[in-house]
């Protein structure tokens, strides 16, 4: 039992804690004076007395399984459907088995752990024990800010699994023109330039047209994107936002000697990476060629999200700023930029060896003075 106060630039504000026979808070509304508090707490102690619970009705009862199945058909309406299916997938696979039957009021910040542990003992990745983490964490705000079943979220971040930074394998500005010149004639070539020049992400290569390449005005519009989960091409690429890309020269004059005769029927229309079949490549179809073809031209092996960092280094190395490169990714801020600007410092060195020529000819100047 306590009274708990809460200071904003509007004033004070006061909150009577009190706990049922179970562990749970008695709801409560900030008060405007402590006496007012006072009162809801004298009040809150008086249905300890009676035994009455801080829950009531159907939600006393409400096992964590049920309340999944809620907020999956309530809280998600913002959500793409590629990503209702991983957490349908992570509910299924690591939530249910662990905390389906208990209850949502009795569930404690132990079993938070216990999920998070039996994720790990499968043997499944840092990255996946965040992502169900994250997934557990979502629900219960919701529990709590939402349906207002709980008064503070269990989830403790004690139990947030720590993933350890790794970088993307990329290649060199050195290395990745040296596959651009060895895939320049291969069926993959105009995939491999476009995402290491322009940064596109993988999922607006498969459906990209030629009426989407604007030669005129150097630049790609963005306009749909391959949802593989569902195997769906979408309008909306991510963020659900059209965006542009930009046309560098080089690029400009590659997609200009392959771009199809403009007189000819549907031309606009015509995929601009298509497999050999001239249907949408695939993504595996794509990644097994590139490694193949980083091999054979003598480069380090990559993935296909490793031409879109790639791509950042050569536009860094040209003397673009993080703020270019994100514009140049389609970024949404500046912290998902900054994994993609990778220390290899080439930049610095060149500058180093331009301040010991100056520093040198500072000196010299200071003795001829």
């Known amino acids: 039992m306590a009274i708990e106060t809460q200071t904003t630039a509007n ?17 409560t509304s900030g008060r405007r004076t402590k006496a007012e508090a006072k009162e809801d707490e004298a009040d809150m102690i008086c249905r300890k007395a009676r035994a009455e619970g801080a829950v009531t009705g159907a939600s006393r009862e409400l096992t964590m399984s049920e309340f999944m199945e809620q907020w999956k058909d309530e809280c998600r309406f913002n959500v793409s459907d590629g990503w209702k299916i991983s957490q349908d997938q992570m509910i299924r696979d690591y939530l249910l088995p662990v905390i389906g ?15 998070t542990n039996y994720v790990k003992k499968l043997g499944r990745s840092p990255q996946t024990q965040l992502h169900v983490y994250s997934l557990l964490h979502k629900m219960f705000e919701d529990a709590v800010e939402h349906y207002e079943y709980l008064e503070s979220n269990p989830v403790h971040r004690r139990y947030r699994p720590d993933v350890p930074k790794k970088e993307t394998a990329f290649l060199k500005p050195c290395e990745l023109l040296a596959l651009f010149d060895f895939v320049r004639d291969h069926y993959l070539g105009r995939a491999i330039w476009i995402m290491g020049l322009a940064g596109l992400r993988w999922e607006t290569i498969p ?11 150097a630049q790609i519009d963005i306009r749909a994107g391959f949802k593989y989960k569902i195997g769906e091409v979408r309008p909306q690429p991510k963020h659900r936002d059209w965006t542009k890309a930009p046309i560098v020269p080089m690029l400009h004059d590659f997609l200009l000697e ?23 490549l695939s993504y595996n179809t794509f990644e097994d060629a590139l490694k193949r073809l980083c091999g054979k031209a003598g480069v380090r092996i990559i993935s296909p999200h490793g031409l879109r960092h790639s791509c950042s280094e050569l536009w860094v ?18 912290s998902t930029t900054k994994r993609y600007m990778h220390r290899t410092d080439v930049r610095l060195r060149l500058i180093g060896q331009t301040v010991g020529t100056l520093a040198t000819r500072t000196a010299i100047s200071d003795k001829i003075k």
């Open 11 to 27: 004033g004070t504000t006061y909150f009577a804690r009190v706990r049922d026979l179970d562990g749970n808070l008695f709801p």
């Open 317 to 334: 190395e040209a003397g673009a700023s993080s703020t270019d490169v994100g514009r140049v990714l389609n970024h949404q801020n500046e």
């Open 207 to 217: 459906p990209l047209v030629w009426d989407a390449i604007n030669l005129e005005q």
């Open 258 to 280: 392959r771009q199809p005769n403009p007189y000819e029927e549907s031309a606009s229309k015509i995929l601009v990476c298509p497999n050999l079949k001239g249907e949408m």
């Open 101 to 115: 039957p208990r209850k949502l009021q009795r569930f404690r910040r132990k079993d938070a752990g216990d999920v």
